[in-house]
């Protein structure tokens, strides 16, 4: 099986393309058309929990990479052992809840590694969701009931993401400066809500600009719509390309 690759990214393949679809051959159509310009394609809830495990095999077929964007968040052992199955699959980079808890976190780390190695396999970077990009601040306190700023809760969960062992984190590009100011430069930070400056925002409350979000210091911007909804998915990703 193809191992991950851990090269540092450059600034044009630090985009990751969500395929947010349950049509299979379309996602697989615009894997073939986007790979040699993408590496990393997101696969998440709406197409893993169509198609399973072949989603993933779609994307490494065609020489590129996948974020498994499950967002596990369960029972400390539970996470673990599907932590174990998206290592096994190869995927370069999956998610957890930070709201789970240390104890979740940790365990995820540690059966991911242990079923990477198992597999003679690189072991798939972690990394916790700290508070999803579509709730703004009235909702996070009147519907969720917290009192605390966005800013304040993105930065206890990156704390505790930190010390649970994990590698990043997925935050919206206003956050970033401080997740890094606290947690330091090596830290990653996975940001989606990317809109390029032509694009419309849809359901996305914390946005930015791909351009914006490596300024700030994004490690990878995960886009959607703007690329998998455009007349040309291979035109739209020049043209984020040529706002960098």
Known sequence: MKKSNTKKPNSKNRI????????????????????????????????????????????????????????????????????????????????VHAAGGLQMMQEAC???????????????????????????????TKQIGISKSIDDIVIHYAELAQKAGLDGVVASAREIEKIRAKLGPQFLIVTPGIRPAWAEHG????????????????????????????EDPREAVFRIFAEL
């Open 110 to 140: 540690m059966a991911a590694a242990d079923e990477a190695r198992k597999q003679s396999l690189t072991p798939p970077k972690l990394i916790a969701v700290t508070l999803l990009t579509s709730l703004n601040q009235e909702e996070v």
């Open 203 to 230: 359901d996305q409350e914390r946005v930015t600009t791909p351009k914006e979000a490596l300024e700030r210091g994004a490690n990878y911007m995960v886009i959607g719509r703007p690329i998998t909804e455009a």
């Open 16 to 95: 990751i393309v969500a395929l947010d679809t349950s049509d299979i051959r379309f996602a697989k159509k615009l894997v073939r058309s986007l790979k040699d310009s993408i590496k990393i394609f997101k696969v998440g809830s709406e197409l893993f929990t169509a198609h399973g495990p072949k989603a993933v095999a779609v994307v490494r077929e065609a020489g590129a990479e996948v974020f498994l964007d499950l967002k596990y968040h369960d029972i400390p052992n539970t996470v673990a052992n599907a932590a174990r199955a998206a290592a096994k699959m190869g995927v370069f980079m999956f998610n």
